[in-house]
């Protein structure tokens, strides 16, 4: 059986690892006035950070299934299976999406795959499987071992202005109102496919440190783990940041990422996360 590998443009996976995966990517939207850019093929995370700085915040937008079915009938002719991971189905319907392109397209296995998060957290999952792809192993397997995955991952991240959540609808005004009221910094994490507070942090120094104090408690049993450090356009710090953990950690491979336009509407410039893994 010859397994592909799709993944949305969430998982925000550099195009030199998808090339060297063969891990295929559906693009989500944005959407200033009426104009619509597909991140990561018209608009790149930079170029979206300044263009944000001039307009007024962009919606954003799934992938018509079209594309969906379009891809996956491309790849039946050279595959007998797909293993489709997309972003949390509590905050998009683009999962849903691939398992409904996947019953409208014949001589393929459509196993689509909720990876209950985002970000390179989510492309975690895509590299986990692009690998055992290559190694030979069927969709079921590889289903089976993102299900395994999942009681390992983490990810927590900071946002500076809880505005972008807010408007968006993806945390309510009330928990907005009183996040900038008290200068708080608010870790954020999903739980049951949705992003929600984890703890009230006052500094950012002080929110990133509580995300190590976390990383710590999985990492420090001396396991192999891996990580990404994931910013919105703040790759000088998220740089520094990286080489201090390295050095805390030798037993975790670091990654750098990046919040692209899609998740940067909704959580904001400034932003930084982590999420890690047990290989």
């Given amino acids: 059986m010859k397994t592909a590998v799709v993944t949305d443009s969430t998982a925000y996976i550099p195009k030199e690892l998808r090339e060297k995966w063969n891990i295929h990517m559906i693009p989500l939207s944005v959407i200033f006035s009426n104009e619509t850019y597909r991140e990561e093929v018209d608009i790149s995370a930079e170029a979206f950070y300044e263009e944000v700085k001039n307009r007024d915040l962009p919606t954003t937008s799934q992938p018509p ?4 079915v379009e891809l996956f009938e491309k790849l039946s002719n050279d ?3 797909v293993v489709s991971i997309h972003l949390s189905s509590g ?3 683009t999962y849903q999406g691939a398992i409904t392109a996947g019953t409208m397209v014949d001589g393929i296995k ?4 909720d990876s209950e998060i985002s970000c390179m957290v989510q492309g975690f999952y895509a590299l986990e499987a692009a690998e055992m792809a290559e190694q030979g192993k069927s969709g079921e397997e590889i289903i089976a071992r993102l299900g395994e995955m999942k009681h390992s991952i983490r990810a927590y991240f900071m946002v500076d202005d809880l505005s972008h959540l807010q408007r968006g609808g993806r945390l309510s005004s009330a928990q907005a109102f009183i996040g900038s009221l008290l200068q708080v910094k608010p870790l954020l994490h999903f739980e049951d496919k949705r992003i929600v507070p984890f703890e009230k942090v006052r500094t950012r120094k002080k929110a990133l440190n509580r995300v190590v104090e976390l990383l710590a408690e999985d990492a420090g049993s001396g396991e192999q783990y891996r990580a990404a450090i994931i910013h ?3 790759e000088a710090e998220a740089l520094e940041w990286k080489k201090e953990l390295e050095t805390q950690f030798p037993n975790v491979e670091f990654m750098l990422s990046y919040f692209g336009p899609v998740i940067g509407t ?3 410039e400034g932003s930084m996360g982590m999420g890690w893994y047990k290989k």
Wanted: without cysteine; proline residues 0%.
């Fill in 65 to 68: 299934i079209g594309e969906f």
């Fill in 79 to 81: 595959y007998d299976e």
């Fill in 91 to 93: 905050i998009s319907g």
């Fill in 110 to 113: 459509v196993y689509a795959f």
């Fill in 232 to 234: 919105a356009n703040r």
């Fill in 266 to 268: 909704h959580l904001g």
